[in-house]
């Protein structure tokens, strides 16, 4: 088994079986596709479990997070290479046939992504940055922060299995930012990503109880844990650095704005106090300015902040 395709569930009743066509239309088959429902409390598993086909392995658990759900599916797997998929997103035809093409031309990479579109709603689409005309080998996972929309994405990444063993699987009870934890992991392993141009995924931005809409603090504890050591350590350049920092300074802000919105207000400035990193004195005005004004004024700005990014 080449691929074992992984899809963590809950409550997406609305979207899976497109999810799931996506994958069963797939050009490149040598494939299993693994549905692992997170204790779903609407119609999600029963709906998953309509479509037929031998490539489908159906797994029930109790809700224990995202990040277990998708350790249960990387544990169950067959495959060489897993490649992930929210219950939400879609394949492109030829999204697997993309990724094998590139795990044979660059055997030395553990990560491979394509880019993607970012379905907003309304009609309105962006993209993931286009960083090369033809398939190509990124040296460093570190420099893919510079771009607005993350490279190695969730559902246009596919990794070697042995390389999520070997970084520890995903971290349990962590409510967001898992994928970017692990991926950070798997990177100070080997930062070597194997890159496509070729669109071939569509990731649903505006999906209904998705993690942005759902989670009220955005904390990605872990991930920043990961962050302050890899920037405390001797093997990365100063370029590479300065880009972990760049992405730290971006989820800390994230992180404050959001405990700000669900009224823990002396959290957020506590946070502010702790925030240790070098370059990021221009945040900080803004957001303690930002603790004291009424929450209808800082909710029209994050309305509109997940409106155009």
């Not at 074992?4 to 079986?17: A, C, G, Q, R």
């Not at 992991?185 to 930062?191: E, F, G, I, K, Y």
């Amino acid at each position: 088994m080449f691929f074992s395709v992984v899809i963590p569930l809950y409550n997406k009743e609305h979207y899976i079986v497109n999810t799931i066509n996506s994958v069963l239309n797939q050009t490149y088959q040598d494939y299993e596709l693994i549905v692992i429902d997170d204790g779903s409390t609407d119609n999600s598993f029963a709906v998953a479990k309509t479509i037929q086909s031998n490539k489908i392995k159906l797994i029930q658990q109790v809700n224990q997070g995202v990040a277990v759900a998708r350790n249960t599916g990387v544990k169950n797997a067959n495959g060489e290479f897993i490649a992930f998929l929210d219950a939400d997103d879609c394949w492109y035809p030829n999204y697997l046939e993309e990724i094998s093409q590139l795990i044979r031309k660059f055997p030395e990479s553990d990560i491979f992504v394509t880019s993607y579109r970012i379905v907003m709603g309304n009609d309105t689409y962006h993209f993931s940055a286009h960083l090369s005309e033809e398939q190509t080998l990124l040296n460093s996972y570190w420099l893919t922060y510079k771009n607005a929309y993350d490279t190695v994405w969730t559902s246009a990444t596919a990794i070697r299995k042995s390389a999520i063993e070997n970084a520890g699987f995903f971290t349990p009870g962590e409510k967001i930012g898992q994928d970017l934890d692990l991926w950070a992991r798997v990177a100070r392993n080997n930062p070597v990503i194997a890159y496509s141009p070729e669109i071939c995924v569509d990731y649903n931005r505006g999906a209904e109880q998705n993690a942005r809409t759902r989670i009220k603090i955005a904390h990605p504890k872990a991930f920043l844990n990961v962050l302050t050591e890899e920037m405390n350590s001797d093997k990365w350049t100063q370029e590479e650095k300065k880009w972990m920092e760049n992405k730290y300074n971006k989820k800390m802000i994230v992180y404050v704005f959001t405990s700000i919105l669900s009224g823990e207000r002396k959290n957020a400035r506590s946070i502010l106090k702790s925030w240790k990193q070098e370059h990021n004195n221009k945040f900080i005005f803004p957001l303690f300015c930002a603790s004291f004004l009424p929450n209808f004024i800082n909710r029209f700005v994050y309305k509109i902040r997940m409106k155009v990014f």
